[in-house]
């Protein structure tokens, strides 16, 4: 019988937060010393005229509104823990598979019930498969009450016998102690177990043991190679955490076109930081050409998501006009945004100071729309709609040109 797959949906993968992007230089840049000097001789009323007659500055180039976000690698102590495993998606066509087991079938269906019936004679006659099914049934309450013990026990019955979806799962609740008393020692034995049969969640979760310094280091276990083994098989917390590691400026190994690519198909797979820093390498070219236009698009994805660094950089790119047309409504709109969520930005704030009282109000209310506090505005009304439709020209009683 197939066993269901679990991949690990991780609350946070290296990063606790990612890190903000520079902020611009001042609008202003600091006089030569020269002409430093020369003020000093003049006259004060000179030295007033001089600047008023000073040149603007030149636009914000992109090099500086945009600088790469890479994440640290984690320290020993303040990576957060590790979450427990949720259900994955069917495989598409699989209910419906005459050949597909009944008891999976089941599962894939939603039928909860019927295959934890299905599942506790199978189970209890020796079938590996079935009790595994009912350790997920039971740790999640999906067709029984939620009975961490008991899905424990399942889970183990299946991991002795070399279950390597069991062995995932029962490790992730000795990490948290559900069902189980903590124990990473066991948790540890459990994980190389699942990972010695290519386990992607157990891959996962031992690299970031090792990576957080929970683990010493060991042959084969080396965190980038367990990762690419979790992300070829399209885990996408594996496929974030290695991009995150070869993109970061402290690895010896860092390779940014391989951290771009396994960045690109997280974001691809819908992993939310991973679009707002795919975008963010399009936007400074780092292991990739360069393209602001594309870049709009995956920070425009994520702030639609509800990311807030996507909005807030969105709201950058609206404010200087890069892959669009300025538009300073529509820069306060989503800087507001994020802002709520808190995402201050000061440079965001001094650019669009002139912004006027109506146009600010304007974007507040479309932010309000976004974040579910006002209704949407109607739609316009035409002013041609209840107007007389013009005449037939098959009309005979029509007027002739």
């Not at 999640?140 to 009975?147: H, P, R, S, W």
């Not at 190389?192 to 276990?221: C, F, I, S, W, Y």
Request: charged share 25%; with cysteine; aromatic share 4%.
């Amino acid at each position: 019988m197939p066993r269901p797959t679990r991949p690990l949906a991780l609350a946070a993968v290296l990063c606790a937060g990612s890190a903000l992007i520079a902020l611009p230089a001042p609008l202003h840049a600091a006089p030569e010393k020269a002409t430093a000097a020369a003020s000093k001789k003049a006259p004060a009323k000179e030295a007033a005229k001089e600047t008023l007659q000073r040149p603007p500055s030149p636009p914000v180039p992109p090099s500086i509104l945009f600088a790469p976000l890479l994440t640290d690698l984690p320290k020993p102590g303040t990576a957060p823990s590790l979450v427990g495993p949720t259900l994955a998606g069917a495989p598409a066509g699989a209910a419906d598979d005459p050949t597909t087991d009944p008891v999976y079938a089941a599962f894939q269906r939603g039928l909860w019930l019927e295959a934890f019936a299905l599942a506790i004679p199978r189970a209890e006659a020796g079938d590996i498969a079935a009790m595994t099914m009912l350790g997920t049934l039971l740790e999640t309450g999906l067709g029984a009450k939620i009975d961490q013990g008991k899905a424990a026990e399942w889970y183990r019955l299946a991991a002795d016998r070399g279950d390597r979806e069991a062995a995932a799962a029962l490790a992730q609740m000795y990490v948290e102690g559900r069902g189980v008393a903590r124990d990473l020692g066991r948790a540890t034995e459990l994980m190389r177990a699942a990972a010695a049969k290519d386990q992607p969640v157990a891959l996962t979760n031992l690299a970031l043991m090792h990576l957080r310094g929970d683990l010493p280091a060991r042959d084969g276990e080396a965190p980038a190679a367990l990762l690419a083994r979790a992300a070829t098989q399209g885990n996408v917390e594996a496929q974030y955490t290695l991009a995150s590691l070869l993109a970061d400026d402290k690895n010896p190994a860092r390779d940014p076109a391989a951290a771009a690519r396994w960045m690109r198909e997280a974001a691809m797979a819908g992993f939310e930081a991973a679009e707002v820093e795919f975008g963010l390498m399009l936007a400074n070219g780092k292991g990739v050409t360069k393209n602001i236009d594309d870049a709009f698009i995956w920070l425009r994805r994520s702030a639609l998501r509800g990311n807030p660094i996507g909005r807030n950089r969105l709201a950058r790119m609206y404010a200087v006009g890069l892959g669009v047309d300025p538009d300073p409504v529509e820069a306060w709109k989503w800087h507001s945004l994020a802002k709520r969520q808190g995402l201050p930005d000061l440079w965001l704030e001094t650019r669009l100071s002139g912004l006027s009282d109506a146009d600010r109000k304007r974007a507040e209310e479309m932010a309000d729309v976004i974040a579910g506090m006002a209704p949407p505005p109607p739609p316009p009304s035409d002013a041609n709609a209840d107007a007389a439709p013009p005449p037939s020209t098959d009309d005979p009683s029509a007027p002739r040109p």
